[in-house]
């Protein structure tokens, strides 16, 4: 019979396989790379020798994002189309994987660390709340009233890995996910030094107490640099596809007119591609041609007239998101001053798996476990737990959802 530490122990010339495989993968990456063996960890770990060669740093940070309960939740996060049965609208679970699809082609041809590029990609919408940007919006004017800081979802990505689940995830990582946003593009991408967990707090710091701090941030890799392009790339094109789904645009209106980029989704992700490699091989930045980075900001500016100020992304989400998440913020807020421990915020959230990993959270600020709590909820349990407390002010599915037939 086989001895138990022998089935999960390589020999000697297995782990000179293994390492010689690691290495051929790090002798080709770009001088501009970020190599596993530079990541920077608030808890340094001890090599583990049956994995080192496999398994190493970035690859880890992509394990513990994937195998996280806030990853599971973006399954029922929709992006821009939240009040609609339809089983092909985007979620942000998808809308991560095609970020990280993207980027990693983008990153492969540039010669650079594309498990960095994964980890970043997997984990930069964590933080999101439920009901895309509308519910962003409105969870962050009520923080805001209550405490003066702002509530920024890139941010959140971030705190909810470190210090709610106190994941131990890389400083790169971690830096590539505060300063993704691809709100505002930019026609070159220059790596921004972050060297230190030091700083990476104080930017933290920054957008929680700046207004629109996150917009300019900018990552300190090139990997950090290609996601935060292809999270503006991942959605151009699909939230356009997702809004001819329901009717929202024409199909007139769906293919772009008169656009180098080509007519749809496709074209978009792969001439922008073409364009962003042509212009940053070898280089350490990423750069577009004037006129590729000027179609586009076109096609960002269509889709706010078509799609998103359109009655079919705003309609429900005006008339009633704002003041479910006030009675939500003010009821969960008093139930974590008085520490009721009866409360959902408790039981359903603190009390839940966050203690397992980590047993000082139940004395966070209460206002942050509240946004940490409301943040974590998907669509359909926020409206649950709203109608379950509020059965006064609940509102039917009928009244809220287009349905399926």
């Not at 994941?167 to 790169?172: A, M």
């Not at 359109?310 to 309609?315: F, I, T």
Request: charged share 25%; hydrophobic share 35%.
């Amino acid at each position: 019979m086989t001895a138990p530490g022998n089935l999960f122990a390589f020999t000697e010339d297995q782990r000179a396989y293994l390492r010689e495989t690691q290495q051929q993968d790090e002798s080709r990456l770009s001088p501009f790379a970020m190599h596993h063996s530079e990541a920077i960890y608030r808890n340094p770990e001890p090599i583990d020798p049956e994995t080192e060669f496999y398994r190493p740093a970035f690859t880890r940070d992509v394990d513990r994002i994937l195998n996280n309960a806030f990853f599971n939740r973006c399954m029922d996060k929709t992006q821009v189309f939240p009040f609609y049965r339809n089983d092909d609208l985007t979620r942000r679970s998808f809308h991560l994987q095609l970020v990280s699809q993207t980027a990693r082609k983008i990153g492969r041809a540039l010669r650079l660390n594309c498990d960095l590029i994964e980890a970043i990609a997997l984990g930069h919408d964590l933080g999101h709340t439920p009901f895309g940007h509308a519910g962003e919006h409105a969870l962050s004017a009520l923080y805001r009233e209550h405490t003066g800081r702002y509530f920024n979802h890139n941010v959140h990505s971030v705190r909810l890995l470190q210090d709610v689940a106190k994941v131990n995830i890389s400083l790169q990582t971690l830096n590539g996910i505060l300063c993704h946003c691809g709100e505002r593009a930019f026609k070159e991408y220059r790596p921004e030094p972050c060297s230190s967990f030091d700083e990476l707090d104080t930017l933290m710091e920054r957008c929680y107490t700046q207004r629109g701090a996150s917009e300019i941030l900018r990552p300190s890799t090139l990997e950090g640099c290609v996601v935060r392009i292809c999270d503006m790339l991942a959605y151009l094109g699909k939230d356009r596809q997702d809004a001819l789904t329901i009717g929202a645009i024409s199909p007139e209106e769906y293919y772009l007119k008169e656009n180098i980029l080509g007519r749809t989704n496709s074209d978009i992700i792969r001439n922008a591609s073409n364009n962003l490699i042509k212009n940053s091989i070898e280089k350490g930045y990423l750069a577009m041609d004037e006129e590729v980075f000027s179609a586009l900001l076109a096609i960002k500016d269509e889709n706010w007239q078509l799609i998103y100020q359109s009655k079919e992304a705003q309609g429900v989400l005006d008339r009633h998101i704002d003041a479910m998440m006030e009675r939500l913020y003010g009821h969960l807020r008093e139930e974590a001053f008085r520490g009721d421990e009866t409360s959902y915020l408790f039981r359903h959230h603190v009390h839940s798996w966050v203690m397992q990993f980590n047993p000082g959270y139940e004395s966070t600020d209460p206002d942050d476990l509240v946004c940490d709590y409301i943040a974590s909820m998907t669509d359909a349990y926020f409206i649950a737990l709203h109608n379950h407390l509020f059965p006064a002010e609940a509102v039917s599915e009928q009244e809220i959802y287009h349905p399926y037939f």
